[in-house]
Structure formats: C-alpha cells, structure tokens
C-alpha cells in the first residue's frame, strides 16, 4: 500500500522563507512610519492641550504669563516658601497644573531623557517656551543673593500671536547630568531649563557643543523624525516646520546680546532671565 507524504521540499521551504523575508523587509518600515506617525499625534494633541491650558492661565491672571521659573537660591527660595513641596520651585509648566490636573502632558515619547523624580511621579520634560515670550526667574539669584523681582509679558504686549512661537519641542539639558539630589532634575535644573533660547536642531553644534549620547537629544529642538517638528504659537495654534526653517520676523541669533549670523539654521527666542533686556531676541511685529 503507497503512502503519499505531504510535506515541503527544500526548495518550496526556501521560496516561502523568501517570500516572508520579502514581506517582512516591506512591512517593517511601514510599521515603524505608523508607531512614529502615532507619537507624533499624541505629542502635538499634548503641546495644543498645554496652548490651551496657557490661554485658561491668561484668563485668569489679567492676561498677563507666568514666570519661566523660581530661582533656588542656594535654598533661600525654599526659606522663603517660594518654592514647596508640592509643586518644587514653581516653573511655567508646575503653574499650568491646575488646568491640566497630569503632568504627562509635559512628556514626549520622542524624548529619549531618563525620567525623574518629581511631585507628580517619576517625570520628565519634554517641551520647553521661548525665553522671550515667558521669561524671567523670580525668587532669590543664586549669584549675588539679591531678588530682582520679576516683571512678567502681558499677552496684549505680543504684537503678532500668530506668528510668535511660545512652546517649542525642546529637551532639558540638564536632565540627563542633573544628579545631585533625587529631585536636582525636577525642582532646580529644570527650572533654570525650561526656556527655549533658539530654534537650532539637536544636531546642530552650536546647538548642543561637543555633548554626546543622552544630553545630545536633551537640548535644541528635536527633529528626530522626517527631519521635522511641532511648534505652538501665541494664539494656540500648533504647526510642523522642517529643519532649519527660518521662522519670519525673528533674528537668527544665537542668543540674547549675540550677534546677527545670517549662517544660522535657525531663529532667536532668546530673552534676559531677570528683567526685559534691549539685547533680548525680538518678537515678530505685525
């Protein structure tokens, strides 16, 4: 009695491993675009719900913006009670807590920073504002022990909101080298971080020096994907730009009190920390 045997030859296992192999090469990216195009989503429904939330804060404080950050004067913030427990030393995005309620908002899954310690949970940030929009650190200047007070920008004082970048994808340097206390990152770093000086990518030296590894992705703005990224303005409104762009109205500069380079990939959003500077970077008018 013959036995017939259904069973694959060499040859018909090797063309259908081909044939998963060529399926696999195809599919892959198409995956890894569509994992990519998801986080992009989140992060721009983050940075519009955190515009929003800005605007609910104007509402509230006759339309005036909060401090980029509180000083820590080698601890004379916290003797004073400016800085908490609940909140540390309060920054722009701690101040927004009431209208968002989570701080994972603040959190990108581009970011490639270690998450820390923080009041709200193990954290980390992820977008940062122009330095001219929300500037100023009020509390004591850890330098010389003087508090310079802190003269906020009211928003009506914006001359162009739809053209004024107030929220970039910005890391904090600091938080991958900001070790040394548990909450260094959270409470002290990423206050005197929060603010985005320029528009220079990650990639850039002048944006990030000779740093490597984490603190490369941890300062200028984040173009890690198709070499683009997500900006909010003044007046809420969230757009993509490619690298480079020069965004009109605004001095390509490195910083406040930097020369004009017109070589620069990028614009100045640069500002004071203390108090309004005629060296800070200027506003686009209207």
Not at 40 to 50: A, E, P, W, Y
Not at 151 to 156: A, F, K, V, Y
């Amino acid at each position: 009695m013959n036995h017939k045997h259904n069973a694959f030859t060499l040859i018909e296992l090797l063309v259908v491993i081909a044939i998963i192999a060529i399926l696999a090469a195809i599919l892959f990216p198409v995956f890894a675009q569509a994992k990519s195009a998801a986080k992009n989503i989140k992060s721009v429904s983050n940075m519009k719900q955190i515009g929003t939330s800005q605007q609910i804060y104007l509402s509230d404080y006759d339309d005036t913006y909060q401090q980029a950050g509180t000083m820590n004067g080698n601890g004379a913030s916290w003797g004073t009670g400016a800085c908490n427990a609940s909140i540390g030393c309060p920054s722009w995005d701690t101040l927004l807590m009431p209208y968002i309620k989570t701080f994972e908002i603040f959190s990108s899954d581009f970011d490639l920073a270690p998450r820390t310690f923080s009041p709200f949970g193990q954290q980390r940030r992820s977008y940062r504002v122009a330095a001219n929009v929300i500037s100023g650190w009020a509390g004591i200047n850890t330098w010389d022990g003087q508090d310079y007070g802190f003269r906020p920008l009211n928003s009506t004082a914006v001359p162009a909101p739809a053209s004024t970048i107030l929220i970039t994808e910005q890391r904090n340097s600091q938080s991958a080298s900001c070790t040394w206390w548990v909450g260094a990152a959270f409470w002290e770093c990423g206050v005197w971080e929060a603010r985005s000086a320029n528009t220079l990518s990650n990639d850039d030296p002048i944006a990030y020096g000779a740093a490597t590894g984490l603190a490369k992705y941890a300062s200028g703005i984040d173009f890690s994907r198709a070499n683009r990224a997500n900006y909010v303005f003044a007046d809420t409104h969230t757009k993509s730009f490619g690298k480079g762009h020069i965004f009109a109205g605004y001095e390509q500069r490195r910083a406040a009190g930097q020369p004009i380079d017109l070589t620069l990939k990028g614009v100045c959003l640069d500002a004071d920390p203390f108090a309004p500077n005629v060296n800070d970077c200027k506003l686009p008018q209207e």
